[in-house]
C-alpha cells in the first residue's frame, strides 16, 4: 500500500493525476500481461490528465447514527 501511495504522489509530481481502481478481474489482467502464477495483481490505476470539468455527482452520506455506536 505504501508503495502504491508513494507512486500515486510521484505523479503527482510530475503534473499526472491518478485514482485507484478496485473490483477488476486479476485473472484477466494476468492473462493480458502474461503473468505466471506466481504473480499478484494487488493494485490498478487509471493515470492521465484531470479534467477539471469532470462529470462528478452529488456526494450521499449516511447519517452517523446509522454508522456509530457508543458503547
Known sequence: ALACQ?????LV?????SCPMEGFDEK?????LNLNWRC???MIF??????NKGVYGE?????EDLVIKEV
Open 28 to 32: 484477466r489482467i494476468k492473462k493480458i
Open 6 to 10: 508513494n507512486f500515486m504522489m510521484s
Open 40 to 42: 499478484h495483481v494487488v
Open 59 to 63: 456526494r450521499f452520506r449516511v447519517s
Open 13 to 17: 509530481a510530475e503534473g499526472f493525476d
Open 46 to 51: 487509471g493515470i492521465g490528465k484531470a479534467d
